[in-house]
């Protein structure tokens, strides 16, 4: 009798590390979120800064692939919503303009309703930032200035070649629709 109390209060023992165990990992970014643009909600260098998550939230990292090797930057962590604020929508191909061979800025028309959604989301968001997700993956962040209308969006990349790696993300994007 006495074996069989220590085993069910090492059991117990084991469940309770289990628990508190699992409930102590940290969220995984996700790996399914959505092509958009997300307002973010949360943003820090450091992941516990963001956390907890409350629900309807995904984790998401920016692990600035973009930038040049002697550029590099640890990844930043955000918190969006798990559905975009704007579907990435878009009215036609991205287009990109180039200097020789190298893209510089990549224009996006929205479809009229995505439009509405950005301008909206943008003039909320004035002073704060917004990220753009493509592939699952953040491509872009900025910090809204002033509300943007019409639907046209320049997205602009500092790095040389990164501009190239993005065009070619939204144009797989816009062709799966």
């Known amino acids: 009798m006495r074996g069989s109390v220590c085993l069910v209060a090492a059991l117990l023992l084991v469940e309770s590390f289990a628990c508190t165990w699992a409930q102590d990992k940290t969220p ?15 943003e820090s260098s450091k992941e516990k800064d963001v956390l907890p998550l409350k629900d309807g939230e995904v984790l998401v990292v920016d692990h600035h692939r973009y930038l040049k090797k002697e550029d590099e930057e640890p990844p930043h962590f955000q918190v969006v ?18 200097d020789g061979e190298e893209v510089l800025r990549i224009l996006l028309k ?26 699952g993956e953040v491509v872009t962040t900025h910090k809204i200035r002033a509300a943007i209308k019409g639907g046209d969006i320049q997205i602009t990349c500092c790095t040389p070649g990164s501009a190239k790696h993005v065009l070619e993300q939204l144009l797989a994007h816009y062709e799966k629709k």
Request: glycine share 6%; proline share 7%; aromatic share 4%.
């Open 28 to 42: 995984q970014p996700s790996k399914k979120i959505a092509d958009g643009v997300y307002a973010v909600l949360r």
């Open 81 to 98: 919503h798990a559905v975009p604020d704007v579907k990435l929508d878009l009215a036609g191909k991205p287009k990109a303009e180039k």
């Open 110 to 135: 929205l479809q009229p309703q995505a439009a509405t959604d950005f301008e909206h989301l943008t003039s909320e968001r004035v002073g704060k930032q917004i990220t753009i997700i493509v592939g």
